[in-house]
């Protein structure tokens, strides 16, 4: 695979991107309200620790992935368990993902068509995805990038034109903190998902650059959601725009001109990085299954199955769907999140009693031909 | 229906991938864990009230929303 020094910053940025755009600004208004810019700025400086964690844990080993080197780090028998629990949340997200993308496509654009249809083309969708492979993945956010960069600063640049500034003199005014704080790690949660880049390797391997690479590519998701979240907050005001499922999808709605009849364009490039998020999870689903059952060769099964199994749980959220956004929304479901997060932390104690299998030897120059005499 | 489908999908995929295993624990395992996996995601389909992840979750960690 052809590597670019900057292709970790553009997967990192299209992977995280693609939750928090679609579903971090409700609760984020819900809660902190003003104050919003706050719990985000908070949740990322908070994220960059973890994220210095994973890179550390990642350099032990940067040409293998975490999931092999692990068991040298802390033993087969509390390594597997961790990766089972990662297979959980993996596939349990996948599936969160699924529900929350087919109940927005379900209440906006097909409502006549039965939801399980819907998850099941996007179940489809993610699993084929997953099945072209990771590096086809890699490429794929490489082209995605700009793309979504570019209509990102588009989109605010229509959202703002119409917003009402003298509602921004409340951003510093007001004194909501207790709030704010949790906010903080609700916003963590979202953006601290770094334990998934340890599955990077091979293909894309940790080096000193990496932890640069990746705090860029959450600065850029912070900014993002820092821009969505005040167009939000300044055409809607806290009060209605809380109660707006998907404030932007309306924001767009709102616009005039060429903006209003955009929504599709948006949406699609949303779905996008969506479908990218939710196939790189079955590509670590399926590579810890393939590892606690010990299955070399088994990648287009496995992905069937773990596709299958998140299309499965989808459909009993779908079931119940006020339930499902109570407990996505929920603050036990961040700590969840932050707990997975936090695995790394756990990984790099070990890596401090252990010391490295083997070192790398420097490469060799290559001898100089004698000329003959 | 839709665990049935992905049955079909996985059995596919199966096919394809097990005249390139030699190893047949590789084969029988995979198998197995189809199986397996597809029966849970029957009883998950066919029963209401068949533990979900979310479920689990939020029974251990739904206490801190009280805070």
Redesign the interface.
């Known amino acids: 695979m052809r590597n670019t020094p900057w292709q970790l910053f553009r997967f990192g940025f299209v992977y995280l991107n693609a939750i928090p755009t679609g579903f971090l600004i409700s609760p984020i208004l819900w809660n902190s309200a003003y104050l919003g810019w706050a719990s985000i700025l908070v949740g990322y400086a908070m994220s960059l620790i973890l994220l210095w964690f994973t890179i550390k844990v990642g350099l032990w080993d940067p040409h293998k992935p975490w999931l092999d080197f692990g068991s040298q780090l802390v033993s087969k028998w509390i390594h597997f368990p961790i990766v089972f629990l990662v297979m959980?949340w993996a596939?349990?997200y996948i599936?969160?993902d699924i529900e929350g993308f087919t109940l927005f496509f379900d209440t906006n654009y097909m409502r006549e068509t039965p939801q399980?249809f819907v998850?099941?083309i996007v179940g489809m969708v993610v699993t084929i995805t997953a099945r072209w492979g990771l590096e086809t993945m890699i490429y794929i956010s490489d082209g995605l990038f700009i793309v979504i960069v570019i209509a990102i600063v588009f989109m605010n640049m229509f959202f703002f034109k119409e917003a009402h500034f003298d509602m921004a003199i409340a951003m510093v005014r007001h004194h909501n903190y207790g709030s704010t704080m949790k906010d903080a790690l609700f916003c963590l949660s979202f953006f601290a998902e770094w334990i998934v880049f340890l599955f990077l390797a091979p293909y894309l391997k940790f080096d000193r650059r990496s932890f640069r690479n990746l705090a860029a590519a959450g600065l850029l998701v912070t900014i993002g959601m820092l821009l969505q979240w005040a167009s939000t907050l300044l055409n809607f005001g806290p009060y209605l725009g809380r109660e707006l499922q998907y404030p932007l999808v309306e924001l767009m709605r709102a616009a005039s001109g060429f903006l209003g009849n955009s929504d599709p364009l948006m949406i699609g490039l949303w779905s996008s990085s969506m479908f990218l998020h939710s196939a790189f999870l079955i590509h670590i689903s399926a590579r810890c299954?393939a590892k606690l059952?010990?299955?070399?060769?088994?990648?287009?099964?496995?992905?069937?199955?773990i596709?299958?199994?998140a299309?499965?749980?989808a459909?009993?959220?779908s079931?119940n769907p006020i339930r499902?956004m109570g407990?996505?929304n929920?603050?036990?479901?961040a700590?969840?999140f932050i707990l997975m997060e936090f695995i790394p932390i756990f990984y790099w104690i070990a890596s401090l009693f252990r010391r490295r299998g083997h070192k790398h030897k420097p490469r060799q120059k290559p001898r100089q031909k004698q000329k003959p005499a | 229906m839709l665990a049935l489908l992905f049955l079909a999908y996985a059995l596919v995929e199966w096919f394809i991938a097990k005249n390139k295993v030699k190893a047949p624990r590789e084969k029988w395992t995979m198998l197995v864990l189809i199986v397996a996996f597809t029966i849970w995601n029957l009883f998950a389909l066919y029963f209401h009230e068949w533990l979900t992840p979310n479920h689990l979750i939020i029974w251990l960690f739904g206490w801190l929303d009280r805070l």
């Open positions: 959980v596939i349990n599936g969160m399980w998850l099941l299954l059952f010990q299955l070399n060769h088994m990648d287009g099964p496995l992905i069937a199955i596709g299958g199994t299309i499965v749980i459909y009993q959220y079931q499902f407990d996505f929920s603050f036990g479901m700590v969840f």
